[in-house]
């Protein structure tokens, strides 16, 4: 499959359990101090152990959260689809002629754990894998940059040879392309560089023969 998941983000307030679970200890500490001030100790007591179940939950949150999603903030709705001589956004073609340069990022893979967690974050630790990015700089001054959604690991690699194709037409840098397909071994990518380089040349001699 060519396709990939188009995901857009979406500027808007989302009830996270991070914002939850601070909203609700911060809201009863100081409702907490309100009513020692005043010397009401029943309001005290309810919203103490308000904040120590929070913190109880919160706990509870820790330990399930590489079994739950990240916030999703945003959509995923219509397709990138990479054609040999076009790349076609929402429906929206952009003829591989126009196209100046593509840079493509792709790292993120739905399903995969994130290891990086910063401190005190209470949200699900499952990718969604929509960190992975297309841009094309156009011939025309113009770019158009989408994030795109990789559901496993290997989607990428199926588009390999489309990838290839788009290096020789000078579309994409070999760096990128390498970054793209997982090679990080220098001997490993100088062999990938022959490989193409090689392919080339029996084209070339196939065209000349005919």
């Known amino acids: 499959m060519n396709k990939f998941k188009i995901f857009t983000e979406v500027d808007k307030f989302y009830f996270t359990n991070n914002v939850i679970h601070y909203s609700i200890t911060l809201f009863g ?31 509870y949150l820790v330990l399930s959260a590489t079994s739950r999603y990240e916030p999703l903030k945003g959509k995923i709705e219509n397709t990138i689809d990479f054609e040999e001589d076009r790349i076609v956004i929402a429906n929206k073609p952009f003829l591989l002629n126009n196209i100046k340069k593509i840079e ?29 990015s297309l841009k094309l700089l156009l011939i025309d001054g113009t770019s158009q940059e989408i ?64």
């Open 104 to 132: 493509i990022l792709c790292y993120d893979v739905k399903d995969q754990w994130n290891i990086i967690v910063s401190r005190g974050n209470f949200n699900g630790q499952i990718s969604n894998g929509v960190g992975n």
């Open 147 to 210: 994030y795109f959604q990789q559901d496993n690991s290997t989607q990428i690699i199926n588009i390999e040879n489309l990838l290839i194709s788009y290096y020789k037409k000078d579309k994409l840098e070999f760096r990128n392309l390498t970054k793209i397909l997982g090679y990080e071994d220098s001997d490993a990518i100088e062999s990938f560089r022959k490989t193409i380089t090689a392919a080339n040349s029996t084209h070339a001699s196939l065209r000349d023969l005919n």
């Open 29 to 59: 500490i100081l409702l907490c101090s309100l009513f020692k001030e005043f010397n009401f100790p029943i309001g005290v007591k309810i919203f103490s152990t308000i904040v120590i179940l929070n913190l109880i939950y919160s706990l």
